[in-house]
């Protein structure tokens, strides 16, 4: 089960294309007076990078590695 909803049907994450968006957008640190608005902005974008990387996980993973589904 996906901690995504409907997540089955997704078209194939490859590899590269992950590796290209986690590329252009890294993970960042941020001081004390950075605005808010830059914030929401950075960490609306990592978390479509995050949602990307769990599908692409959920669609590689190896039966022997997987519970069957009920």
Not at 24 to 42: C, E, I, N, S, V
């Amino acid at each position: 089960m996906s901690l995504y909803e409907n997540t089955e049907h997704w078209p194939t994450v490859p590899l590269s294309l992950l590796e290209a968006i986690e590329k252009a957008y890294p993970k960042r640190d941020f001081g004390p007076t950075t605005p808010l608005r830059h914030l929401d902005y950075h960490y609306g974008q990592r978390s479509v990078v995050t949602f990307l990387r769990t599908v692409h996980e959920e669609q590689n993973k190896n039966i022997l590695n997987t519970n069957l589904r009920q």
